[in-house]
């Protein structure tokens, strides 16, 4: 009976490994940092059991025309180590623009610059957290005051197949009244 479960996990993880490298090759041009193709440790990667999770933050105010930078912070609850790489998919509210340069290097923003993407290695350990820092600039037309609401941060791997549901989070940019 072990063999058995062995077989079925083993089949369950190659299956999700294949649909994972056929997702990425089919990947839009920017999704990649340089626009090249996804690169070989991915498909040396292996399927984990592993629950990413969004945690919630929101960036300092900043005043109008000015800079803040937004923290997308995951965290892995586990039970296993994440075996294959991750992205996170930062959207911004319309007001804000992302500035680069973004952290870690991998961030680039889409073409009309209202997503930053940015891909994570495999290793996540259990009870860790990874961190892209997002420097955005905020519209120079702005009231003092104005909170800007429909940012989200996402967080999508294979590893995260049974624990979607804490895989997004919300977050508001603020126009503080200092310039």
Same mark, same amino acid.
């Given at each position: 009976?072990?063999?058995?479960?062995?077989? %079925?996990?083993?089949? &369950?993880?190659?299956?999700?490994?294949?649909?994972?490298?056929?997702?990425?090759?089919?990947?839009?041009? *920017?999704?990649?940092?340089?626009?090249?193709?996804?690169? !070989?440790?991915?498909? &040396?990667? *292996?399927?984990?059991?592993?629950?990413?999770?969004?945690? &919630?933050?929101?960036?300092? $105010?900043?005043?109008?025309? /000015?800079?803040?930078?937004?923290?997308?912070?995951?965290?892995?609850?586990?039970?296993?180590?994440?075996?294959?790489?991750?992205?996170?998919?930062? +959207?911004?509210? &319309?007001?804000?623009?992302?500035?680069? $340069? =973004?952290?870690?290097?991998?961030?680039?923003? /889409? $073409?009309?610059? #209202?997503?930053? !993407?940015?891909?994570?290695?495999?290793?996540?350990?259990? =009870?860790?957290?990874?961190?892209?820092?997002?420097?955005? !600039?905020?519209? +120079?037309?702005?009231?003092?005051?104005?909170?800007?609401? /429909?940012?989200?941060?996402?967080? #999508?791997?294979?590893?995260?197949?049974?624990? !979607?549901?804490?895989?997004?989070?919300?977050?508001?940019?603020?126009?503080?009244?200092? %310039?």
């Amino acid at each position: 009976m072990t063999h058995a479960r062995s077989d %079925s996990g083993l089949l &369950r993880r190659s299956l999700a490994l294949a649909c994972t490298a056929a997702a990425l090759i089919g990947a839009p041009a *920017w999704a990649a940092p340089d626009g090249s193709k996804p690169h !070989r440790e991915t498909a &040396r990667a *292996w399927v984990s059991d592993s629950d990413l999770e969004v945690v &919630r933050l929101d960036p300092d $105010p900043a005043a109008a025309g /000015g800079t803040t930078t937004l923290h997308a912070f995951i965290s892995n609850q586990g039970p296993e180590t994440t075996g294959s790489p991750f992205t996170v998919v930062v +959207t911004l509210p &319309r007001g804000v623009t992302p500035e680069g $340069p =973004y952290f870690p290097t991998s961030c680039a923003p /889409g $073409p009309l610059k #209202r997503q930053v !993407r940015c891909v994570f290695p495999a290793g996540l350990n259990v =009870y860790q957290s990874a961190t892209a820092l997002i420097p955005i !600039r905020l519209d +120079t037309h702005l009231s003092p005051g104005t909170v800007f609401t /429909g940012g989200s941060v996402t967080v #999508r791997s294979i590893d995260d197949l049974h624990h !979607r549901g804490n895989n997004q989070n919300s977050f508001n940019v603020q126009v503080s009244h200092h %310039s």
